[in-house]
């Protein structure tokens, strides 16, 4: 149970950060359309709601046979979850492969810009109070 444990800590150590990363590229690539955010969110929530779905029902209909011996013995219905490791597997490879298409703009600021923003942040701010 502890290694169970420690994997599932490191796993979601690592991936906790992906929801703000994720919400962050989305407001980028949606650059002056930022109001358009909501819908984007909406057609993530449907996608992952229909995969759920979809894997909830390739469980149900798939059954592993036990063989049991002895008077009485009545074999119990177990689920096949494999399914389930099956998709995951092959949606975050396409995951994989889809962000690696991401390009990223990045403005580095020289001192010079850095300096002269917070000048500029500073008295703006002087202003309102």
């Known amino acids: 149970a502890l290694p169970i444990l420690l994997v599932v800590i490191i796993g979601e150590f690592f991936s906790a950060p992906s929801v703000t ?3 962050t590229v989305t407001l980028q690539y949606l650059g002056k359309h930022r109001d358009r955010y909501g819908l984007q969110r909406m057609w993530g ?3 992952w709601g229909l995969a759920m779905l979809s894997v909830g029902i390739g469980i149900d209909h798939t059954h592993i046979e036990a063989v049991f011996t002895g008077l009485g013995c009545k074999a119990p219905d177990y689920k096949n979850y494999r399914i389930a ?3 995951f597997g092959v949606l975050m490879s396409i995951a994989l492969i889809v962000s690696t298409q991401f390009r990223f703009h990045y403005h580095q600021l020289t001192q010079e ?3 002269r923003e ?3 942040s500073s008295q703006g701010g002087d202003r309102k109070s």
Do not use: A, H, K, R
Request: glycine content about 6%.
């Open 21 to 23: 990363i994720v919400d």
């Open 45 to 47: 929530s449907l996608g």
């Open 85 to 87: 490791f099956i998709v």
């Open 113 to 115: 810009e850095d300096n």
């Open 118 to 120: 917070e000048v500029t």
